[in-house]
């Protein structure tokens, strides 16, 4: 019932900024949360960040805490996830997800239905 599809990967230096965009289709954003997820070569998925427009709050993973930032424009169906600072650790593929319901814990993987197919983000030293 949603579809997304992430864009704006790319490669960056260290302490650069990259900018990403997930559009989603099927249902107004305003329905449900949406986060970012990423996954290291080598290693499980983790959690980046959330947004849920109904309780018109955000979440955090600790190593994204006061460098990324989670937004959203109703208008345009998108979220977006500024990544300042950026640190050779944060190399992964970046997956956009939206949970079927509101109101979820926004870093709970199991809680997001709807993937998009990733988009490759590369910091160098």
């Known amino acids: 019932q949603v579809q997304l599809v992430e864009s704006g990967g790319g490669l960056v230096q260290a302490g650069g900024s990259l900018r990403l965009s997930c559009a989603a289709s099927g249902r107004p954003v305003s329905n449900y949360a949406m986060g970012w997820f990423r996954q290291a070569p080598g290693k499980e998925r983790e959690f980046v960040a959330a947004?849920?427009?109904?309780?018109?709050?955000?979440a955090y993973a600790v190593s994204a805490k006061g460098r990324f930032t989670i937004s959203r424009d109703n208008a345009k169906n998108t979220v977006y996830l500024q990544m300042n600072s950026l640190k050779p650790e944060d190399t992964a593929v970046y997956y956009c997800a939206a949970s079927a319901y509101s109101g979820i814990r926004l870093d709970a993987e199991n809680a997001y239905k709807y993937w998009g197919q990733g988009t490759q983000v590369t910091v160098s030293s």
């Open positions: 947004i849920n427009w109904s309780a018109g709050s955000t």
